[in-house]
């Protein structure tokens, strides 16, 4: 880390930008230090504007004390990221834009601002009942495959893709932004506490004691709006 004491996120960021970019046009400190959610090994997160560069590139420094992950881009690349985040229902870019403390303004930040602010309040494309039956097929497959499963650590493994689906499917049916990571519960949470209160304590439960039950039921019922499980009748590809 270098022969400095671990400073403050905005000090640090300050620092580093006068040091790398300081002839970028804009950028802002963002990730969980900014929301209060850091932790001892959490980074810095930094969104650089620069119009001399011709295309976006990330890079990793250890820097003032502090691990840093710097996103670079020119004043139409980040745009690209905006829509593979949006296409992905995982804004990342976005919240980090409009989440981020301003380290350096040269007048472009609050119009990209507004733009990443824009999305998030769009929120995802709608599923499609083709898209939401074809979900319903694929948690009903693992589903199955867990509740037959008899070797412990399989069952961990399917498990881990069954919480993945079913966070997936909760909010994608209810127009809301999915996560990956820490992000799962985090994007629940911001849809419905009780819900994830119960999705953990299932999860937890099976972890823990390898029963099976709240999960099985936890899944089925998340299932049960739309019909239900689904195997029998199920095509894809088929031509008509």
């Known amino acids: 880390m270098g022969d400095f004491k671990k400073i403050s996120p905005i000090e640090a960021a300050h620092l580093f930008i006068n040091k790398y970019f300081p002839n970028c046009q804009g950028a802002v400190l963002a990730g969980s230090v900014v929301r209060g959610e850091g932790t001892d090994t959490s980074d810095l997160d930094i969104v650089v504007f620069d119009k001399s560069l011709n295309s976006s ?42 989440e981020g403390i301003i380290l350096k303004d040269k007048g472009i930040i609050q119009s990209i601002k507004l733009e990443a602010k824009e999305i998030l309040d769009k929120g995802p494309d709608r599923w499609t009942e083709e898209i939401i039956t074809t979900k319903r097929y694929f948690i009903t497959d693992v589903l199955d495959d867990f509740i037959g499963c008899k070797n412990r650590a399989e069952e961990i493994f399917i498990a881990n893709t069954l919480a993945e689906l079913i966070h ?49 039921h936890l899944s089925e019922m998340i299932l049960e709006p739309y019909g239900g499980r689904l195997f029998e009748g199920f095509s894809m590809g088929k031509a008509k």
């Open 57 to 98: 590139y990330r890079e990793s420094f250890n820097e003032f004390g502090w691990p840093i992950e710097v996103f670079i881009h020119n004043l139409t690349s980040y745009k690209h990221f905006f829509e593979l985040d949006y296409k992905a229902a995982k804004p990342s870019m976005q919240r980090m834009v409009w």
């Open 168 to 216: 997936e499917f909760v909010l994608r049916t209810n127009g809301q932004w999915i996560g990956s990571s820490k992000w799962i519960i985090r994007a629940l949470k911001n849809y419905d506490e009780k819900f994830t209160e119960e999705f953990v304590d299932a999860l937890d439960t099976y972890y823990k004691t390898a029963e099976k039950k709240k999960v099985i």
